[in-house]
């Protein structure tokens, strides 16, 4: 059976092992690999699996089989029968940092709040808890006070294996079903003692801090370590970008948006104005034209401007055709009949699809070179 080193020592990055065992999985030639000894933690427990190489060859995926083996998937067999297995160290001392802020959040919700934990999550941007409670927001900037100050008196962070006999005063949520042999515990000196088989930082000094996200109903997001400083330094330069494009201090941000919303919200009324009045003025100039089929193409127009203008050309002279094309879309209005006969074919030919009534067909076009031909179909011979 392979030994997970990375459950007994967090911090081997890199370790020269035996190969045991050789698996295909496909004839284009990956492989799963059983190893002696690996660093590379596969999923489990909310945390997802490491990433790595074996012997510069990338790790495609990691599993842990009913068996207990840790199965390594090759793009092709290694070459060696001794091998150098490397683990992708940002991603996993961010795992355990985010596992070890989860341990000691969850820990200090339910002791000192009565929130215990129902699930864990580690995402690759935001973590998040579901707790059994729902906290108030005073009671969340009060747990993230705690957790801190935790992390700043530099509580070891150990682990232990023992007999499943033993989890009586353990924090736990339970045992795999048909689960056998000891049990990993994972402890925050003098603040948990949890089952756990994940990776975990040595201390929580290392933890750095832990900012927890306003809750969402019963679930409790929180950022840790690395991420908090990569959090800030994103805001730090969102507020600088937005600072030159606002021309203003960060302390201005808010209000200079809502002027700017404010302004636009009147810059839209106007424009609608604006097209009314343009969609008007374009219906009665093609009402008056004295030809049997009046033609409109405005590249900007949406649907709504065409109904617009074809209700102001048919308010002024109901029986002529007039087919109108704007962005995408077109519409054929006038008497019920000529509409309804025209229609499917002026559709056609301008390759798009469409469907009306009331001396309206209406929809959707591809080909604007197709307009000669759709104009020829109102022009019988």
Known sequence: MSLLRCQTDAYLRELTTVVQNILPVNDAGLV???????????????QPSDFGQIDGQPVLSLRRGSNGLVYH???????????????????????????????????????????????FHLRPDICDIDLSGVLSTEAV???????????????????????????????TRGLPEGFAGPVRLVEIEGVDLNTCGGTHVASTAALHAVVLLPLQKNKLRYLAGQRVIDAVQTAAARDLALSQLLSCGVAEHLDAVARLQQGARRDRSAVKDAHQELAQLLGASLARTDAPVAVLHRPEADMNLLRTIASAAMAERDDSVYLLLGDGVFMLAGPDAAVAAAGPQ????????????????????????????????????
């Open 32 to 46: 799963d690999v059983v190893l002696a000894e690996t660093v590379l933690y596969p999923e489990g427990g909310g």
């Open 73 to 119: 998937r090759l793009a092709q067999p290694p070459a060696q029968e001794t091998v150098t297995i490397t683990v992708d160290w940002p991603r996993r001392f961010d795992h355990m940092q985010q596992h070890t802020a989860q341990h000691l959040i969850s820990a200090l919700a339910a002791d000192r709040f009565g929130a215990e934990t129902t699930a």
């Open 141 to 171: 900037t009060d747990l993230q006070e705690q957790v801190n100050a935790v992390i700043r008196a530099d509580h070891p962070v150990r682990h232990r294996l023992v007999a499943a006999a033993a989890l009586d005063t353990v924090r």
């Open 346 to 381: 002026i559709a056609a030919a301008l390759g798009g699809r469409g469907g009306g009534r009331g001396g309206r067909f209406q929809g959707r076009f591809s080909r604007v070179d197709g307009l000669d031909d759709a104009v020829s179909l109102l022009h019988p011979t």
